[in-house]
């Protein structure tokens, strides 16, 4: 799991993570949920060739789904990355 493309999944767009973005330097990513913070930093550094100051991580539990039936299921857990960068470097997302 050292490739960053599988590490990195998605990034995170909304106006909370755009917040961060703009105030404190940080961004959102979805990593896979069994990497570790080292492994995100570097696969951020790698990716985007920017430095890391910091990451934040938390999992998130899916959705129950279809409760009252017997195929009742659950959306994917997944988990969230707050990446800090260090001061003067930016992404451009968009």
Do not use: C
Not at 6 to 32: D, P, W
């Amino acid at each position: 799991m050292k490739d960053p493309q599988s590490i990195i999944q998605t990034i995170r767009l909304t106006e909370k993570a755009t917040m961060l973005g703009e105030t404190n330097n940080e961004y959102v990513f979805v990593v896979h949920p069994k990497a570790n913070k080292l492994e995100i930093k570097q696969a951020v550094e790698k990716h985007f060739g920017k430095k890391v100051v910091g990451v934040r991580t938390a999992n998130y539990a899916g959705k129950a789904r279809r409760e009252r039936r017997a195929d009742s299921g659950r959306t994917n857990h997944w988990k969230k990355a707050i990446v800090r960068l260090k001061d003067g470097e930016t992404l451009d997302l968009v």
